[in-house]
């Protein structure tokens, strides 16, 4: 199939370009960008007044599948992505079985393959069965397709066990990416640890849970040499360790997810809504400041979701029964855009960076870009639109979103993948 995008103001800080140009697609790649491209064979579209931008990647998402289909399928969560304008997510390894070698790195892969709306790229687990005691197969899951190690959900309590990951890993140059969560200074923790807890009666979860091993993990990319990735990082003080780190030439990177950066503890209140449980905690309005100006200046290097689908029946539970977690991929672009870009605290070329550019660097899958010759996965959106989340429903099979009746500006009307649209005019192919 053949394209010609037109019109589009089109926004990739990697090839140089933010203005209105069109783009060429044939087959599976941009075949020409400039002005006045030839209409012939093509299947023009008008994009005037939107914005077209390289394939938004979001590198941290639970799919559920194999295991948790009563939370989520590949089928349905990949639908999600779409829906919010991704063309690529990155699936965490805590399914059932444990993504702990090359046969479950497979089957997400075919499954994908067969039933998926946007690339996944799986993620392996650095120990088998996630628990932290016995290295996991990783040369099995690189060799078939397996882009980074993480036991995300958990975190390897093990000083030792981590470095002898790193050590060992580190063979297959991908990224370590760690869920840092000390469990036993966190224990049965619920919600950030201070005013809010204190009030609401809940366990608190200090931040230091998270920082403690912010800062271990960082002491072992230094000893290893291994490429280190924080996860959801959540506290002001996690985020001037990494900061250091990266002043300090090491090679560690790190994410924000948009309930870190847009919500706080402040948000939860007397009717214990279970959308608003998570892990790590919503933090203080001062560590969210920090966070949003960490993603502007670049410290945070990628915005992912953490995208977590879970049963109706399992968050209608008491807070402390009701599992960790929140969705939040259909929203995730255009809460950035209403928050950060629209206010003019950030570019749309830094968005690109953060939610297009900079996951794939980390996760080490091939660069996209808006030049002749890139594979043509690309997200257009309408930056003017204006909707209510989860007022239509939502694509994926979860509905606990966190930002549930919210009011946005911006979102996704049309994606590529491979020079296939898989969402149309807002609706998923």
């Not at 919600?191 to 979860?205: A, D, K, M, Q």
């Not at 800062?215 to 290893?224: F, K, P, S, V, Y």
């Not at 209403?338 to 660069?367: C, D, F, H, Q, W």
């Amino acid at each position: 199939m053949a394209f010609l995008l037109k019109n589009a103001h089109v926004v990739d800080p990697a090839a140089g370009i933010d203005g209105i140009v069109d783009v060429a697609l044939e087959g599976d790649k941009i075949v020409e960008v400039g002005e006045n491209l030839s209409a012939d064979g093509r299947e023009v579209m008008d994009l005037t007044g939107k914005y077209l931008v390289p394939g938004l990647v979001d590198m941290h998402v639970h799919l559920r599948e194999p295991g948790y289909e009563h939370k989520g399928t590949i089928e349905s969560e990949t639908r999600a992505a779409a829906k919010g304008g991704f063309t690529g997510v990155c699936s965490m390894p805590n399914t059932d079985p444990v993504t702990d070698n090359g046969t479950v790195v497979e089957y997400v892969k075919s499954v994908a393959a067969r039933e998926g709306h946007c690339r996944v790229y799986p993620a392996g687990a650095c120990s088998k069965g996630l628990k932290g005691e016995i290295i996991a197969e990783m040369g099995d899951m690189v060799a078939h397709g397996a882009v980074a190690f993480t036991d995300d959900g958990h975190g390897i309590q093990g000083a030792g066990m981590m470095r002898r990951c790193m050590d060992y890993g580190k063979m297959f140059g991908k990224t370590f990416m760690s869920h840092c969560q000390d469990e036993d200074l966190v224990g049965d923790g619920q919600v950030n640890e201070g005013v809010v807890s204190t009030r609401l009666g809940l366990l608190g979860w200090p931040a230091e849970g998270e920082e403690l091993q912010i800062g271990r993990d960082i002491a072992l990319a230094r000893l290893t040499g291994a490429k280190l990735h924080i996860q959801h990082i959540s506290t002001a003080r996690g985020l001037e360790i990494v900061r250091a780190a990266k002043a300090e030439g090491l090679p560690v990177t790190c994410e924000a997810t948009p309930h870190h950066l847009f919500l706080t503890e402040d948000a939860l209140d007397g009717t214990y809504n279970t959308n608003l449980k998570m892990n790590p905690p919503l933090r203080t309005a001062a560590d969210a400041e920090a966070l949003v100006q960490g993603v502007i200046d670049g410290t945070v290097d990628a915005i992912v979701t953490d995208h977590a689908p879970h049963a109706a029946w399992e968050k209608a539970r008491e807070f402390e029964l009701a599992p960790f977690g929140t969705t939040g991929i259909e929203c995730s672009l255009a809460l950035v855009l209403t928050n950060l870009v629209k206010t003019g605290k950030m570019s749309y070329g830094r968005m690109v960076e953060a939610m297009a550019i900079k996951p794939r660097e980390i996760l080490g899958v091939k660069p996209v870009s808006i030049v002749a010759g890139s594979v043509a996965d690309l997200t257009v959106f309408d930056p003017e639109t204006t909707w209510t989340v989860g007022a239509d429903g939502y694509e994926s099979k979860a509905s606990n979103c966190a930002f549930e009746g919210m009011e946005l500006t911006g979102r996704a009307t049309d994606v590529f993948v491979g020079g296939v649209r898989t969402l149309a005019d807002g609706v998923v192919c």
